[in-house]
């Protein structure tokens, strides 16, 4: 088999990956107790099946299509299966759908490229290796900021920024406390927090 068909396979995986998990956080959100559902809606969970469909290619730009293909198609058809759940017309369009797909091609592109250097094992594995838990971080730490709008949901909040560390010993092992995983690990939190800051100011 060579490179375009399985690049062409792998097309048609990211699609089915991302129609799934569309499913299921339509699911998660009808069906989890209370505020677990959240966790069927956080953007962070989308990412990690993204990053590892993504790491599956062994180029970069790749990489990058297959990530950002499997998030637009989770934003396509989250939106397709809740109006289908919901019971009312689907169509493309509004400011919130147009959102999500923009995150999803500008995520789509960083967590590509990462996944990328997370598959070569290179010097500069720890900046793809990073993400997942950093991400994680980011989305409970920025929620912390804005407590009194969360309060509902702690235990979620909560879980996430224990699912982003979990994630780093996961990840790191042995080489958690290396000087290059700390910094790629605070620098993307940071990063992360400013972007969901910018989020928050845009859905609000």
Same mark, same amino acid.
Request: proline share 1%; charged share 15%; hydrophobic share 50%.
């Given at each position: 088999m060579n490179?375009?068909?399985?690049? %062409?396979?792998? =097309?048609?995986?990211?699609?089915?990956?991302?129609l799934l998990i569309g499913i299921l956080t339509v699911m998660g959100q009808k069906y989890l107790p209370d505020s677990l559902n959240s966790l069927a809606n956080s953007g962070a969970i989308w990412l990690i099946p993204a990053?590892?469909?993504?790491?599956?290619?062994?180029?970069?730009?790749?990489?990058?299509?297959l990530c950002a293909e499997t998030l637009i198609v989770c934003?396509?058809?989250?939106?397709w299966v809740e109006s289908i759940f919901n019971q009312h017309a689907f169509a493309f369009g509004g400011f919130y759908f147009y959102l999500w797909l923009i995150c999803a %091609?500008?995520? =789509?592109i960083i967590f590509g490229f990462g996944a990328n250097l997370y598959r070569q094992k290179s010097t500069h594995y720890h900046w793809g290796a990073s993400l997942l838990p950093a991400v994680f971080l980011a989305e409970g730490l920025s929620e912390l900021i804005h407590?009194?709008?969360y309060m509902h949901m702690i235990p979620a909040v909560i879980g996430r920024i224990l699912l982003g560390l979990a994630l780093y010993f996961i990840i790191y092992k042995k080489a958690l406390y290396?000087?290059?995983?700390?910094?790629?690990?605070?620098?993307?939190?940071v990063?992360?927090?400013?972007?969901?800051?910018?989020?928050?100011?845009?859905?609000?």
């Open positions: 490179s375009n068909t399985k690049n %062409v396979f792998k =097309g048609i995986y990211a699609l089915l990956l991302g990053f590892f469909m993504a790491s599956t290619a062994e180029k970069r730009l790749p990489a990058m299509i934003v396509i058809s989250y939106y %091609v500008i995520a =789509g407590l009194s709008e290396q000087r290059k995983s700390l910094i790629s690990l605070c620098s993307y939190t990063l992360g927090v400013a972007a969901y800051e910018l989020l928050f100011k845009l859905t609000t």
